[in-house]
C-alpha cells in the first residue's frame, strides 16, 4: 500500500492508494442490474455469465438494485474491513456480524449500533423511533430501509445468496484480469499526485463536479483511493470519521486501447472448457469451511445439518448456504430420509475433476 503524507493540507492528514476487489465487485454487480446482463466493453469477459445470471436472478436483483439500493448502500461497510478486501473475508464478517451493525450502515450511519439495538429491543415502535431519531439529525429513512430492517434475517439471507452467486458465477472470471489494472492505476495516479496538488487530483477523479465542502479540512486525516473499472455514476464518495474514501473510474490512468485482453501473451494449448470447468470446482473448494463439510459427508455416513453445523461451530442458515454450493458445483448429491436431508459425495464428478486436472497440468508441462 502507497501512502502520500499532504502536507500542504495539515500535518495529520495522509492519501492512501488501495486496491478493493469486493467494491469492484459490488460497481459489477449493479452494473449487471442496470445493463440487463448486457456488459459490453472492451475486456474480454465471459459476457454469457452475466446474460444468464441476469435472467435467473433478476427479480432478486431487482428487490435490491433498484429504488433504494441496498446494495449499494451496504457496500459502506466495507471500508472497514481490512485489506486485502477478499471475498472469503466479507462471507466471513457477514456471518459473525450483529443485526445492529448491519443496519448502522444500512440507516445510513446516522445511529450507533448501540441506539439501534436499544430502538428494536426496547420500544414499543421501534421502526418509528428510528424515523424520528434520523429525521431529527437531518436524515431520511425511506420504506425500503424500514422494510429489509424488519425482515432482516430473510433479506440479508436473499442478499448474501445473491452476493455469493454472483462471485462464484461471474465476478470470480474476471477478477484475475482487472487485477493488474488496478495496481497500474494507482501507480500512475501516484506518480500524478506527486506532480499536482491533492485539490486537483480530487477534481479530475470527480469528473470536475464541486469539490465536497467538508473537503480538504483539518478534520481530514485519511484519504483513501480505489481503483474501479465498472464504478457508476463515475465516482463513489464515503465519508466518515475523519475519513474520506474515493472509489475512481479507472479509465482516468488506463486508455482504452490498455483494456483490451488481445495482448501478445502466452497461447495456451488447452480446451477453455475444461479450464473453466476447474476453476468452477476450485473456487468452490477455496473455503476450508467447505472442504470441511465435504470431509463429514465423505467420512460420517448421514450426518445431519445440524450435527455439521455443531461441529462447525456455525448456524445451519451458513451450512446450508455452503452446501446450495457444493450442490450447484455437482460436488454432492441430495436426498431426503425420515424428513432429513442426507448427503454423500458425487464420486463419479471428484474423479472427473481430478482427472481433467491432471490432463490440464501435464499438458502446460509439455514443452514439445
Not at 443496519?103 to 414499543?124: D, M, P, V, W
Not at 484480469?177 to 495496481?183: C, F, Q, T, Y
Not at 479507472?250 to 488481445?262: G, T
Request: hydrophobic share 40%; net charge negative; glycine share 4%.
Amino acid at each position: 500500500m502507497a501512502v502520500y503524507t499532504m502536507e500542504e493540507v495539515n500535518h495529520h492528514c495522509k492519501v492512501e492508494f488501495s486496491i478493493s476487489s469486493l467494491f469492484e465487485m459490488m460497481a459489477c454487480l449493479r452494473k449487471c442490474y442496470i445493463s440487463s446482463g448486457k456488459m459490453g466493453g472492451n475486456l474480454r469477459f465471459p459476457i454469457a455469465r452475466f446474460q444468464q445470471f441476469f435472467r435467473e436472478h433478476e427479480l432478486l436483483m431487482k428487490k435490491f438494485y433498484s429504488q433504494y439500493e441496498y446494495g449499494a448502500q451496504l457496500a459502506e461497510f466495507l471500508v472497514d474491513l481490512p485489506v486485502p478486501h477478499t471475498f472469503s473475508q466479507l462471507m466471513a464478517y457477514i456471518d459473525q456480524v450483529s443485526p445492529y451493525e448491519f443496519l448502522y450502515y444500512l440507516f445510513g450511519r446516522y445511529l450507533s449500533e448501540k441506539e439501534i439495538e436499544i430502538c428494536l429491543t426496547q420500544t414499543a415502535s421501534p421502526f418509528d423511533e428510528i424515523r424520528s431519531k434520523i429525521t431529527s439529525l437531518g436524515g431520511f429513512v425511506n420504506a425500503e430501509q424500514l422494510e429489509f430492517a424488519q425482515n432482516y434475517e430473510q433479506y440479508l439471507q436473499e442478499l448474501t445468496y445473491l452476493w455469493e452467486h454472483f462471485y462464484q458465477q461471474c465476478y470470480a472470471h474476471i477478477e484475475p484480469i482487472l487485477s493488474p489494472l488496478w495496481n497500474q492505476a494507482n501507480e500512475r495516479l501516484r506518480a500524478e499526485l506527486n506532480q499536482s496538488g491533492i485539490e486537483k487530483i480530487v477534481r479530475k477523479l470527480l469528473y470536475d463536479y464541486p469539490i465536497p465542502e467538508q473537503f480538504p479540512t483539518k478534520e481530514t486525516k485519511l484519504i483513501k483511493l480505489y481503483p474501479s473499472y465498472f464504478v457508476s455514476p463515475k465516482f463513489i464518495l464515503i465519508w466518515g470519521l475523519g475519513e474520506l474514501h474515493i472509489v475512481y473510474d479507472i479509465r482516468h490512468y488506463i486508455k482504452d486501447d490498455e483494456l483490451s485482453w488481445n495482448g501478445n501473451g502466452m497461447k495456451l494449448r488447452y480446451d477453455e472448457g475444461q479450464l473453466q470447468y476447474v476453476a468452477d470446482i476450485a473456487k468452490s473448494l477455496s473455503e476450508i469451511v467447505r472442504v470441511k463439510i465435504l470431509s463429514f459427508i465423505a467420512n460420517e455416513e448421514n450426518i445431519k445439518l445440524q450435527e455439521m453445523a455443531d461441529q462447525l461451530n456455525i448456524t445451519v442458515a451458513t451450512v446450508s448456504r455452503h452446501l446450495n454450493l457444493l450442490k450447484q458445483s455437482n460436488l454432492i448429491k441430495e436426498r431426503k430420509e425420515n424428513g432429513y436431508h442426507l448427503y454423500e459425495i458425487n464420486e463419479k464428478e471428484v474423479k472427473n475433476y481430478c482427472s481433467i486436472l491432471q490432463k490440464i497440468f501435464s499438458i502446460g508441462n509439455d514443452k514439445t
